[in-house]
């Protein structure tokens, strides 16, 4: 691993807030995808991706039927410090291949497309501008990227469809317009989204921040220093993380102040994420210095680490000044973020940087409510491109798929970026199964199949 390269491999922590263990974040091991084979050119059975010189997207048969998810790609608005800045040339040409494709019906960009986020804490985000002066400075630097999507939105063979994730949750739907005008939106809840392809109940593709504690919306807290706001405590993680990538993690002035469980069990497991976090991405800044700024959501003063980090009272009460009782309101939270199946607080908190903990939530959420009948989820989020068959409350076939990412600091042993991409072939009349496929895409235009599985039986008769 190339030494220059550290600092971004830590940062992916930040950028899906949260999404390691802990230990393989401090280690910043490159993950190994298991390749299986490079694709042939045969147009039989569910091979061949690009027909033509690897021109066409991965096809199963002759129909324009296939449904191509990416997720977090995290265009920035400065190229100093965004997360995909090397891998836009090899995207636009990703893009212009699906636009191209006869088999392609559907381009889900499953969140995290635009990060409003992963900026340094000592930058003002929208530098005295609006929001929609940020989202269009964003696409003016990467133009090239947002014309290729606005090409295959124009061209109207291929349907695109965008919802938020957590890095760019506040982005609004008139937002995203302004520069993709034409393009598919799903929201369910300000910030949230979950879509069903038309005519395919039986799939469902969210980002996956609905399910963690530190990334869901949070309307609650903080709401009489910046009334509506909805950002959670993921977001001010993110902009410190930034900041000591920046700085390259120099030692602090001073030291944490340690707190002892007591009887506050969720605050404790509160603190212990929040002081992780601090041992992870140092800052060269003064705990109690005034170099979070905000001006962004309600948000108009700066603030220090010690306004976010917990302390501890001399009666041994655990406090905290921004996001006061939001382990007490994690239930209600959940019933505003339209969460099926509530998740235990203690969990939520304990397994907030667990890249498993949100894997599982979509058997929980999904596979294993008995009010549910999906039997594809794809989610994005935490970097982690896999596909996971197991069974539902019915004993029925289930696949999940993570589509991984786009960011420069996703790479291989050999310091080569892994980009990665779902196809979902949904079952036609007439057809056997219902295909999906993990692929990585080359810098060089090649593909490979990483994984995949396929649902038979798959009677949409019945949801």
Known sequence: ?????????????????????????????????????????????????????????????????????????????????????????????????????????????????????????????????????????????????????????????????????????????????????GIAQVRDVKGLG??????????????????????TPDPFSNQSIAPGSILPPGYFFTRIAALSVEERKL????????VIPESQQLMYKYWYQWNKLMFGFPIKEGFNEKIIKTNIDGYKANYSINDLMPFQLENGVIDVMLFKGIEKRWPERQLRNKVAVPIPALRAISRAESVEESDEQASVQYFLNPRSNKRVVVFGHTHEAKIIPSKNHKGQKTIYANSGTWIDSKIDKNSISIMTFVVITPKKRGAAQEFVDLYRYWPNGKITRLANDSLTNVNKQAF
């Open 251 to 258: 030692k602090p002035k001073g030291s944490l102040l340690m």
């Open 194 to 215: 979950a879509y069903s392809p038309v005519n395919h109940p039986e799939i469902i593709i969210e980002h996956g921040h609905r399910y963690n504690f530190f990334c």
């Open 1 to 181: 691993m190339k030494k220059s390269l550290l600092p971004h491999l830590l940062i992916v922590f930040a950028a899906a807030i949260i999404c390691f263990s802990w230990s393989e974040l401090l280690m910043a091991v490159p993950v190994k995808l298991t390749e299986q084979q490079d694709i042939s050119l045969s147009d039989d059975g569910n091979g061949s991706p690009f027909e033509q010189e690897n021109k066409d997207i991965p096809k199963p048969n002759r129909d324009r039927n296939q449904i191509v998810c990416i997720s977090d790609i995290h265009l920035g608005i400065d190229t100093t410090y965004a997360e995909c800045k090397n891998n836009r040339e090899t995207l636009i040409k990703f893009l212009e291949q699906v636009g191209s494709s006869s088999k392609v019906k559907e381009l889900v960009i499953a969140g995290d497309f635009l990060d409003e986020w992963y900026i340094p804490a000592n930058v003002e985000t929208f530098n005295g501008k609006s929001q929609r002066d940020f989202v269009k400075t964003i696409a003016d630097i990467n133009k090239s990227v947002i014309a290729a999507l606005n090409a295959i939105i124009k061209e109207r063979k291929v349907k695109v469809t965008y919802m938020p994730g957590n890095h760019d949750l506040l982005i609004s739907s008139e937002d995203i317009q302004s520069i993709l005008p």
